[in-house]
């Protein structure tokens, strides 16, 4: 049972690539209730629903700085490199990233493709 001290959701998270959906209390670099955490990209924000800790959270998510698509932090949907990238901007810029950030997605590529194919 929720306490009425947690905050309500602001409204539901949703993946434009896989279709991730989940409800988020807070949008922003600064999450509530943590005393020195300042995210690098502002992001969608849930309360660690493991946890009774109020300062442990989750992010969900943010948007691509490419096409500014709502992606979740899952690897088969984006990166992050200095800033969030989703997948398909990612492979459309490749020659942009460095060698080790493309070997990581070709890395993924062939990873996803192993789990897809299994029954």
């Known amino acids: ?9 602001l409204g539901t ?14 949008v922003g670099q600064k999450p509530p209730d943590t005393q020195a955490v300042v ?16 300062a442990r959270f989750l992010v969900l998510g943010s948007r691509c700085s490419v096409c500014s ?10 990166l992050f490199y200095s800033k969030r990238v989703c997948l398909p ?6 020659s942009a990233f460095p060698q080790e950030i493309q070997q990581d997605v070709e890395k993924r590529k ?6 897809s194919n299994r029954p």
């Open 89 to 94: 901007c990612v492979q459309e810029n490749m």
């Open 69 to 78: 698509r709502l992606v979740c932090v899952g690897p088969d949907c984006s």
């Open 39 to 54: 995210l690098l990209e502002e992001s969608y924000i849930m309360k660690d629903p493991f946890s009774s800790d109020k």
């Open 13 to 26: 998270f949703e993946c434009q690539l896989c279709a991730l959906s989940a409800p988020y209390s807070y």
């Open 110 to 115: 062939s990873t996803s493709k192993k789990h």
């Open 1 to 9: 049972m929720a306490s009425e001290t947690e905050p309500r959701p």
